[in-house]
């Protein structure tokens, strides 16, 4: 309403010791071509700290993703910026690889989620993702509190029970809260093995409603897990991409539609922090207007609020005009009851 996105991704360092295949943020197009990530002049110490603070601080997201290349590479400059960041009252979620260890601390600060990016099970995540191996995240992540991220992609759909074996392997761990997946997301044209059929797609769907009920760690919502049927037609209809912004290494540049770059292909967005927007937007207030009007419309006047205040340097005469949503408390998050899709996950990229 404010005109200004609630939530921010930011990649605070072009440099990571892994080298994904299909790693998005590498990717000549990810930037909108012309320059790409490693083109960029990123900061280190002293100067990324306070340039994420002034970032942070101008634009008052309530959540912001830190990711990278590996923002672990800048673990000093992490150490530093997580106090302030959390003390402004925001939510903040790291992305990483988990290739090397982390803070002492982190796993008992309110409000800092951590998320260690694993690609299936271990002999091919240890093929894609060395040196972050299997052996060397467990070691990493001993004594911390994270969540799990796997990107489903079309080969793992080819071996029946893969999913299945995933939680078996992960989710008795003590150091694991919580496991989310999404599918692979194409750009447009792309023909990657990593995509999955719309048959393979179906077959996700059944399968994580069945893993939500014997596996609770699969924090998976249904109203969730039914979005992946229907992803957004375009970045226009994704409240995901509307709300958040993406700004690369030099803290400057933006990353557009989304945090994928380039020109994702939205009928093949398997990305969970879409698909939970989505479904918290589908969730119908007082079970008739689905929230996600209130927010195309909020979203509508933060613009031309916006738009406003750059033309005339005067306060919107909408500035009050719908004042739902305009307080943290009323954010979507609030809006919605524990039995209710949740908006709490990361609108996040997750390129580490
Ligand atoms: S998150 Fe998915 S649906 Fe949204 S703009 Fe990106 S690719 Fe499209
Ligand atoms: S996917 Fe993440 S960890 Fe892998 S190369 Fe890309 S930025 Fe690095």
Not at 79 to 106: D, K, N, Y
Not at 196 to 204: A, K, M, P, T, Y
Request: aromatic share 6%; hydrophobic share 35%; charged share 20%.
């Amino acid at each position: 309403m404010k005109g200004e996105q609630p939530s921010l991704s930011i990649e605070i360092t072009k440099e990571c010791p892994l080298k994904c295949p299909g790693c998005y943020a590498y990717d000549a197009s990810h930037l909108g071509g012309g320059q790409t990530l490693r083109d960029l002049n990123d900061r280190r110490g002293q100067a990324l700290v306070d340039g994420v603070i002034e970032v942070v601080d101008r634009l008052k997201p309530l959540h912001l993703s830190i990711v990278g290349g590996d923002p672990l590479v800048r673990y000093r400059e992490l150490e530093l910026m997580i106090p302030p960041l959390l003390a402004r009252g925001i939510h903040v979620q790291i992305v990483t690889s988990a290739f090397r260890t982390m803070g002492a601390t982190w796993a008992g600060l309110e409000r800092l989620l951590i998320v260690v990016s694993i690609d299936g099970l271990q002999p091919e995540h240890d093929a894609r993702r060395a040196p972050a191996t299997y052996d060397r995240i467990l070691r990493n992540i001993a004594g911390q509190s994270v969540t799990i991220h796997c990107t489903i992609t079309g080969q793992m759909m080819k071996r029946p029970g893969y999913l299945g074996e995933f939680l078996k392997f992960w989710t008795p761990r003590r150091e694991i809260k919580k496991v989310w997946f999404s599918l692979f997301t194409p750009q447009v044209g792309d023909q990657m093995p990593e995509m999955l059929s719309s048959d393979e797609r179906q077959q996700v769907i059944q399968e994580m409603m069945q893993l939500r009920t014997q596996y609770p760690k699969l924090d998976m919502p249904e109203t969730v897990i039914r979005q992946f049927a229907s992803p957004p037609h375009t970045p226009r209809d994704c409240v995901f991409a509307r709300t958040t912004q993406t700004l690369s290494a030099d803290l400057t540049t933006k990353i557009t539609p989304c945090q994928f770059g380039g020109n994702p292909d939205c009928s093949s967005c398997g990305c969970i922090a879409s698909m939970g927007l989505a479904s918290v937007a589908a969730y119908k207030l007082g079970g008739i207007l689905p929230l996600g009007t209130i927010f195309k419309a909020s979203i509508r006047i933060g613009e031309a609020r916006s738009k406003y205040k750059r033309k005339s340097g005067q306060k919107s005469p909408t500035a009050h005009a719908l004042p739902i949503l305009q307080t943290k408390e009323a954010s979507c998050a609030s809006l919605v009851s524990a039995e209710e899709p949740k908006a709490e996950f990361d609108r996040n990229s997750f390129a580490s």
